[in-house]
């Protein structure tokens, strides 16, 4: 069993900043990519930051500039740094971890969330 704890969202003014982690424990053996995603209300999922191993992350268009995702593989934590927040960037954030655990199976987790504010 996987779990993602995500922490470090609030409520800030426009144009503050805010880091958030995830943090991974359990069976994560196998885990080979985590990302954020955010959830804004009556919006669809949103992939913001996802994290690659090789390249530059393909941030979403909206937050480009302005997050970035890294990880402290020594803690299993991913981290979004999130500056020049806008009210549009309010959501729940989440981590999502995929785990190969075979060769042909591949298992998905998500954290519970986090909700970030901004206000104008």
Same mark, same amino acid.
């Given at each position: ?19 958030? !982690?995830?943090?991974?424990?359990? $069976? %994560?053996?196998?885990?080979? @990519? ?8 009556? /919006? ?17 268009? !909206?937050?480009?500039?302005?997050? $970035? %995702?890294?990880?402290?593989? @020594? ?8 500056? /020049? ?36």
């Amino acid at each position: 069993q996987v779990q993602l704890v995500e922490s470090g969202g609030g409520l800030v003014q426009s144009g503050g900043s805010l880091r958030l !982690s995830c943090t991974a424990s359990g $069976s %994560i053996a196998g885990i080979y @990519k985590m990302d954020w995603y955010r959830r804004a209300p009556g /919006e669809a999922r949103e992939l913001v930051a996802p994290n690659i191993d090789v390249g530059p992350p393909n941030y979403a268009d !909206s937050v480009k500039g302005r997050f $970035s %995702i890294f990880e402290d593989n @020594k803690k299993n934590t991913l981290y979004l740094e999130m500056t /020049e927040l806008k009210p549009e960037d309010t959501a729940v954030y989440y981590c999502q971890a995929d785990q190969g655990v075979s060769p042909v199976q591949l298992l998905s987790h998500w954290g519970q969330g986090t909700q970030v504010t901004v206000s104008s």
